[in-house]
């Protein structure tokens, strides 16, 4: 599953295909499911991503942070998926540490977690990670 807020699938429509500049997304979009239309599942970036991660809907709790979130919910899609035979990796180009992102992925079930400073040594030091053009 690839989420990617704020980028839109303007590189995913076939009036962009001769850009190339989201090819290998664009190949596993038509080899798997994928939509550009796609509702919030909270009114931020974490409540999003927990709902995703979790199989919670968001009801203003920060499930990140709660004791109960130290073991996989039975709901969390990375042990459904592995169950289905997939390697789960999570990979994000922020820090792991906001939001206890990065330990919240791992506690819920996911093989691996990548964050930005494993993607480039290119960061600029701003508090979202690696820069949208690198």
Excluded at 3 to 27: H, I, K, M, Q
Excluded at 35 to 62: C, K, Q, W, Y
Excluded at 75 to 101: C, D, E, N, V
Excluded at 114 to 119: F, R, T
Aim: proline share 7%; aromatic share 12%.
């Amino acid at each position: 599953m690839v989420v990617e807020e704020s980028y839109d699938a303007w590189g995913l429509r076939p009036e962009s295909a001769a850009f190339w500049a989201t090819r290998r997304l664009a190949a596993l979009g038509s080899e798997g499911i994928s939509t550009d239309a796609f509702l919030p599942a909270g009114d931020g970036t974490m409540p999003s991503l927990s709902t995703l991660i979790s199989g919670l809907p968001e009801v203003g709790v920060h499930v990140n942070y709660q004791p109960t979130a130290k073991q996989p919910f039975p709901t969390a899609t990375a042990p459904i998926f592995k169950r289905l035979g997939y390697r789960t990796r999570f990979f994000y180009s922020g820090y792991m540490s906001w939001q206890r992102l990065g330990d919240f992925c791992r506690e819920q079930g996911f093989d691996e977690v990548h964050g930005g400073p494993e993607m480039s040594t290119r960061l600029s030091g701003n508090e979202w990670g690696v820069d949208d053009e690198v």
